[in-house]
């Protein structure tokens, strides 16, 4: 979802990349749901961990997962990258009913979204 909400604020050619220290075997029918909603199609998105970008110029990370934050501090440090962590709970820890964990996701999404529209004063 980061990925896509960054792209929604900087504009298409921004350079972003989401990736996790354990990313998901798999998108997460939720997060596709959810992201339906705002006209974002991520039914093709491939999960991606921090490795995968070694090649990928790197000039800010940002850590959503409080269990992410030492390894995701270490690899800015190494790649010299600046670093920012915004926890937000994981929607997918979420159980019960299905418009339970709905409205788990729309809540994380809206609040990175917040978040992204907020870092550095945007215009």
Do not use: H, K, N
Not at 57 to 81: D, H, I, K, M, T
Not at 83 to 100: I, N, S
Request: proline fraction near 7%; hydrophobic fraction near 45%; aromatic fraction near 8%.
């Amino acid at each position: 979802m980061a990925e896509r909400l960054w792209r929604r604020r900087f504009g298409p050619r921004a350079l972003v990349m989401s990736c996790g220290v354990e990313p998901a075997p798999w998108p997460d029918g939720f997060m596709i749901a959810v992201m339906d909603e705002l006209g974002e199609d991520l039914s093709t998105f491939e999960c991606r961990d921090m490795e995968s970008t070694a090649d990928a110029p790197v000039e800010l990370v940002v850590c959503l997962a409080p269990e992410a934050a030492e390894a995701a501090s270490a690899f800015a440090e190494r790649r010299g990258a600046a670093y920012e962590f915004w926890p937000v709970a994981d929607p997918a820890r979420v159980e019960g009913v299905r418009q339970a964990r709905l409205d788990a996701y729309r809540a994380t999404r809206d609040l990175i979204a917040e978040r992204v529209a907020r870092w550095r004063d945007a215009p």
